[in-house]
């Protein structure tokens, strides 16, 4: 019930392309899901995130879609670029304290140019 | 600092011996977290700790591992008698405690390998 599935492991997607990641979860507990990027050598850094009272949220070129129903949540990078290259993770977590953030097992981008 | 630092950054150890490492979380940040990320896998949680509240080590994958914090300061994890399946990152992250703030800081990690 604590996991999360992230899809796919690894994905090739030429400049301009949209990039599109996968997440799923078990726990409909789960209230607060953000995405993290994480570039070689260097800490994982929060993308973008969202509640579940909302499908959607917006920023930049970064898109996330969330299907409460289905307990799925999705990232969409518009118009990707080289410099987008970096592993990708979701998470998950309940939003109150005592609770970690458990994390998909990545996706590793690469944006050809 | 500005952000959550962790040291040594590299620690290359023989087979068998402990190791001790630190995570300085940001400022005022009452959650700390710390993962683990084998070469080229994802991030596998080890312990949580939040305030004062009793920490979650449900990921602590054996009791080689343990982890202290001393109030909302710094927070060692040590491996004891480590194995060669230790090698990895060990990443910290620390986040203001509950409500709308739950976005966890990141520490660059500290590469361990096991000789």
């Known amino acids: 019930q604590q996991q999360v599935k992230q899809s796919p492991q690894s994905l090739i997607v030429q400049k301009g392309g949209i990039s599109i990641i996968n997440c799923a979860y078990e726990n409909t507990a789960f209230d607060y899901f953000p995405w993290y990027q994480q570039f070689p050598g260097k800490g994982p850094a929060l993308l973008i995130a969202i509640r579940p009272d909302v499908s959607e949220k917006k920023e930049g070129r970064f898109t996330i879609s969330f299907n409460k129903s289905a307990k799925q949540f999705s990232l969409h990078i518009m118009d990707s670029q080289p410099g987008d290259s970096a592993t990708y993770f979701c998470a998950a977590t309940l939003n109150q304290a005592g609770t970690a953030l458990i994390f998909g097992k990545g996706t590793t981008l690469s944006v050809s140019s | 600092g500005a952000g959550v630092s962790q040291s040594p950054s590299n620690k290359v150890t023989e087979k068998g011996k402990d190791v001790e490492l630190r995570c300085d979380p940001i400022s005022g940040h009452t959650a700390l977290y710390w993962y683990r990320q084998r070469l080229g896998q994802g991030l596998e949680f080890l312990i949580y700790?939040?305030?004062?509240?009793?920490?979650?080590k449900s990921g602590l994958p054996s009791d080689r591992f343990s982890a202290e914090r001393t109030g909302e300061s710094v927070s060692t994890l040590t491996i004891q008698r480590t194995q060669q399946e230790d090698s990895a990152v060990y990443l910290c992250?620390?986040?203001?405690?509950?409500?709308?703030?739950?976005?966890?800081?990141f520490g660059q990690g500290t590469r361990l390998t096991v000789v």
């Open positions: 992250a620390s986040s203001l405690r509950g409500g709308k703030n739950t976005e966890a800081f």
């Open positions: 700790f939040q305030g004062n509240s009793a920490p979650d």
